[in-house]
């Protein structure tokens, strides 16, 4: 069974500070590993994925991201954070040695970000 | 370009009813997926379409939960017999397919269902 870990509920970080969201996982086989952004009342956005190759992904809005195989992890990072990055961020996994293609969400980490 | 949109944004129907969900994925997107998104909850999978049949429903809840893409493209989620803890957020998304990298999912706005 594919899992993901967002330990964080709540991040909060001064506007113009580096943010980081934490994300860790298990899977039985090779991950795909996503990040989402939702605001209010407002669907899901993606904003990155790591599929293979360079650990390091870059994304949406200024946002990356770095695999680490050995941690099982796959944490969101933004150098310079913006008010405007205020909102809910879910890590996703998808295994593939499982059956179908469905992606399995961590329960989220709200992210404030203060002027 | 358009993207996935649902219907209604909102439904408020009693306990017993029978309810309708709706989702127009992205033109040309083969696979659409349903998620339900509980509050203060990350979406759980429902049910996984490619095509027009369903590849996996290992999601669904119950049988009082079903869900049809008769043509391929629109999907309907149907619930019998709603119940007050199948309020939630339904969510559908839908991704492309057929290309050698694996794509991710684009997600609608979501259908807020209230059962009172």
């Known amino acids: 069974a594919q899992s993901v870990a967002q330990p964080e509920d709540q991040v909060n970080v001064a506007e113009g500070n580096p943010l980081t969201v934490k994300c860790t996982y298990s899977?039985?086989?090779?991950?795909?590993l996503f990040w989402y952004v939702q605001y209010p009342n407002r669907g899901l956005q993606f904003l990155l994925k790591?599929?293979?190759?360079?650990?390091l992904v870059k994304g949406s809005y200024g946002f990356e991201a770095e695999f680490n195989k050995s941690q099982t992890s796959f944490h969101l990072k933004k150098p310079s954070a913006l008010v405007s990055d205020s909102a809910l961020y879910f890590c996703?996994?998808?295994?593939?040695?499982?059956?179908?293609?469905?992606?399995?969400f961590g329960g989220g980490t709200r992210v404030l970000v203060k002027p | 370009g358009a993207g996935v949109s649902q219907t209604p944004s909102n439904k408020v129907t009693e306990k017993g009813k029978y309810v309708e969900l709706r989702c127009d994925p992205i033109?040309?997107?083969?696979?659409l997926y349903w998620y339900r998104q509980s509050l203060g909850q990350g979406p759980e999978f429902l049910i996984y379409?490619?095509?027009?049949?369903?590849?996996?429903d290992s999601g669904l809840p119950n049988d009082r939960f079903f869900a049809v893409r008769p043509e391929g493209s629109v999907s309907t989620l149907k619930i019998q017999r709603t119940e007050r803890g199948d309020s939630a957020v339904y969510l559908c998304?839908?991704?492309?397919?057929?290309?050698?990298?694996?794509?991710?999912?684009?997600f609608g706005p979501g259908t807020r269902l209230t059962v009172l």
């Open positions: 379409f490619q095509g027009t049949g369903a590849a996996d």
């Open positions: 996703a996994v998808r295994d593939l040695k499982a059956a179908g293609n469905k992606l399995t």
């Open positions: 899977v039985s086989g090779n991950p795909y």
């Open positions: 033109s040309g997107h083969t696979a």
């Open positions: 998304a839908s991704r492309q397919t057929g290309t050698s990298s694996p794509n991710e999912q684009f």
């Open positions: 790591y599929i293979t190759g360079d650990n």
